[in-house]
Each structure stands twice: as structure tokens, then as C-alpha cells.
């Protein structure tokens, strides 16, 4: 089994702790069928080197490992990664958790190189079109609302330090529940990042998203079917739940006739 | 954040996204870095083809190095390894550790603080406008606040 990414360093009062479905991310894209597709779609000294996209990284565990694990996953190793998240520590944990992990796992060189972790909503920042393997594991837990974003302002490391006891732990929850609370079905902010693939995707883009039960997954694969030009399939699941798989991560990209 | 950032963003307001003047997005007050990283001269040739040259071209002025060739080494001039090493210290090894980038077409600033830019948006700009603006903050309470922030583009429609 390849190394997990070190966290170690990760202090989880604002930040989403690698749990089951941050495991189902890294042995999806490791399994030995995702790892054939990927290398097939970007063969190495045929294609320019990927850019792969975390949203929402949290600790950074699942880009870290698809940086240092580049040459297992793509079959190369020059591969550009960067991470968007809407909590500015979670940014600043990513950027280490990912040079940590390629530091340890791709000595010598060539190495991935971690461009950049960015504090944004989804993929807002992203230039249309630049994106070729997205990764999200998004909020998805079904609640009554979804949590609003965070201002600018709110990650400005000033207001957090000078905050109270109580007022720290209101905000820490607040940061927290962004995490999971999806609000309607857990389906939200997936909807809103399912919207924006067309736009940010490559022509080779591919975009991996995971959706549990409650999301009702065959339903949201119905309607990636009926995108114009799109194909979605079934790429890793786990915790079998009443004959249910509890967590299943598809594959979504364009078919190859439009590349 | 590595220079070659700058290559893959672009203004998070929607409507600049058609607009030619958001990209490239322009540093101002950069603090800069470097961080020495194994050269890796076929590393490097596999990223040019993802690189918008006239945009890096604007960037690298903007950011005080020296002027980049008027096109984007290709055949014989990839095997040139200074060449190969000046576009690996700019895009690779240069960070940008302060300062803002703008949007040439809205003019707003994202800040960049400690390495990490935020691009979050404040609320008058975001998706979350409208709604904010229609149905949860009463119409005399907003423009109180309106009137207290100062940023281009606010007054429209007050």
C-alpha cells in the first residue's frame, strides 16, 4: 500500500480530518483500472505536463498523496498541483502537507511541483479551460442549511487572533461545519461545482467527485449523461450500507471524439 | 505561491471571466522569494506548452525580471539549458510571498498574505450578492453599510 500523506502538523479545530471517504480518494486514484486511465488520457512525452486541481483540500492529504504518488497515478512525474479552499488554514496546511509528501516519497528528482493553495469558493479563480484532473470531496452531508461563505475579511489571521474564547469557538464550529453540511440532499455545493466542470475542464479534463448515498449518485449520473458531450462512470465506492455502497466516487469527462 | 500561478487564474467576479482584460491578473507590491528546486530541464519543456507566453512576458516585467523573448523558445531553443534554467527560477523557484494581484477589468485586488492569495469575494461581488442585498439586510441598514466601503463599482443602482 502506498504511504498515507503526513498531517501530523494539521491542528483540526477549523479543518476536516482525513476520515473514510479522504481513504476512498486515495485508493481510487491508486486502484490499478484509475491509474491505467489516467496514464492512457495523459501519456507521458505525448502530452504537456497535467494540471490536477484539489477544491476544497482540508488538510491536503488526498492532493498531497496525488503529487508524491504522480509517477504510480499518471505513469509521470511532471505533474503541477494546486488547491482552492475557502479556509485560509486549510490552505496554509495543504501547502505543507503536500512539499512534505513529495519531498519524502520522490527523491531523487524529477519531482511534482505544488504550485500554489488558494483561498477561494470552488474553482471561481480558475482560468476557463485550464483545469485537466479536478478532484472534490465535497460537503456532503444533508442538512437543513447550507452554512454562507466566508468574507474575505473572515480569514484575515488579525480578526481570528484577536477573537475571544467563545467567539473562537463559534468560529471554529462555523469553519468546521462547512466541511460537511451540504444543505438540500448534501447536494448544494456539489451542484454548484458539477456546474462549473463544463467551463474549468481541459478538452483531456477529467474531474473525480465523490457522492454518498443520501446525494442519491444514480440520479446525479443521469443528468451528467444528459450533459452534451460528457460521460460519467462509477470509478471507486466502499462501505457497503443495506446492499448500498455508502460512498462512490465517479469519474466525469469529455468523451475522447471532442478532444 | 510559485509565479506559474499566475498562468492558471483569473478574476473570481463572473462577468470578467469573457473579459480579455482579466487575464493576466496583474501583481502590484509583490514581496518576492526564492526557493531552490532541483532544475529539471524536461520538466520544464513539458510545462511550456501550458504557458500563455504574452501573459508571462507581462508578468515577469511586472514582477522586475529581465524581458523574456518576443515568442516562446520552441525547437532548437528548448535545448538551450540557460534558457531552460531562467524560465525554471521565474516560474518554479519564484515565490510570491506579498502584495496584491488585480483585475485589469473590475480593478479589484486580491490580497496575497503570507504566501496564500484570497480570492474569496466581499459580499457586494459575489454570488451571494443578491440575495444579501433582496432579502436579508433592509434596504436603509445596506446602504448605511454601502457607505462605509470604499470600492469602485459599489454606487451603481443606489
Known amino acids: 500500500m502506498l504511504p498515507t500523506p503526513d498531517t501530523s502538523h494539521v491542528s483540526f479545530d477549523t479543518i476536516y480530518e482525513p476520515s473514510e471517504d479522504s481513504y476512498l480518494f486515495l485508493d481510487t486514484l491508486s486502484s490499478a483500472s484509475e491509474s491505467k486511465w489516467l496514464s492512457e488520457r495523459f501519456p507521458k512525452n505525448q502530452e504537456a505536463s497535467p494540471l490536477v486541481v484539489e477544491v476544497g483540500t482540508g488538510s491536503g492529504v488526498v492532493l498531497a498523496f496525488t ?13 503541477l498541483t494546486l488547491g482552492t479552499d475557502v479556509n485560509r488554514n486549510a490552505c496554509i496546511a495543504t501547502r505543507k502537507t503536500a512539499t512534505t509528501a513529495i519531498q519524502a ?8 511541483v505544488h504550485i500554489s493553495s488558494l483561498t477561494a469558493d470552488l474553482c471561481t479563480p480558475l482560468r ?13 452531508v444533508p442538512t437543513e442549511d447550507l452554512p454562507r461563505l466566508p468574507s474575505a475579511a473572515e480569514n484575515d ?9 467563545s467567539a473562537k469557538f463559534d468560529n471554529d464550529s462555523y469553519f468546521l461545519s462547512l466541511t460537511y453540511a451540504g444543505g ?7 451542484d454548484r461545482l458539477l456546474d462549473a466542470i463544463p467551463g474549468v475542464l481541459s478538452v483531456r479534463g477529467v474531474a ?15 443528468r451528467i449523461r444528459g450533459w ?32 | ?34 526557493q531552490e528546486l532541483d532544475f529539471q530541464p524536461e520538466f520544464i519543456r513539458n510545462v511550456l506548452p501550458r504557458i500563455d507566453w504574452e501573459a508571462l512576458r507581462t508578468i515577469s516585467n511586472e514582477l522586475g525580471f529581465p524581458t523574456l523573448p518576443d515568442s516562446k523558445p520552441e525547437g532548437e531553443a528548448l535545448d538551450n539549458e540557460q534558457t531552460l534554467k531562467d524560465l525554471h527560477r521565474l516560474l518554479l523557484e519564484t515565490h510570491v510571498t506579498e502584495g496584491k494581484l488585480t483585475c485589469g477589468n473590475c480593478g479589484h485586488s486580491y490580497m496575497i498574505k503570507e504566501g496564500i492569495a484570497n480570492f474569496l469575494l466581499p459580499s457586494h461581488l459575489g454570488e451571494e450578492y443578491h440575495l444579501f442585498l433582496n432579502n436579508i439586510i433592509p434596504h436603509a441598514l445596506f446602504t448605511q453599510i454601502a457607505s462605509q466601503i470604499d470600492t469602485p463599482g459599489l454606487g451603481t443602482g443606489f
Open chain 1, 67 to 79: 503529487a508524491a504518488q504522480s509517477q504510480q497515478i499518471f505513469g509521470r512525474r511532471d505533474v
Open chain 1, 105 to 112: 516519497e520522490q527523491q531523487p528528482s524529477p519531482q511534482s
Open chain 1, 128 to 140: 476557463p479551460g485550464s483545469v485537466d484532473v479536478l478532484l472534490f470531496n465535497p460537503p456532503y
Open chain 1, 157 to 165: 489571521p488579525a480578526v481570528s487572533e484577536a477573537m475571544s474564547r
Open chain 1, 184 to 190: 438540500a440532499d448534501g447536494m448544494e455545493t456539489t
Open chain 1, 208 to 222: 473525480y467527485v465523490l457522492l454518498c448515498k443520501q446525494n442519491r449518485p444514480d440520479q446525479v449520473m443521469e
Open chain 1, 228 to 259: 452534451d458531450g460528457w460521460q460519467v462512470e462509477t470509478a471507486g465506492s466502499s462501505g457497503m450500507q443495506a446492499g448500498w455502497e455508502k460512498l462512490v466516487i465517479v469519474r466525469i469527462w469529455r468523451k475522447d471524439s471532442l478532444r
Open chain 2, 1 to 34: 505561491m510559485k509565479v506559474i500561478t499566475a498562468n492558471f487564474v483569473t478574476c473570481a467576479v463572473k462577468e470578467c471571466k469573457t473579459s480579455p482584460a482579466s487575464f493576466p491578473l496583474h501583481f502590484n507590491d509583490a514581496e518576492l522569494e526564492q
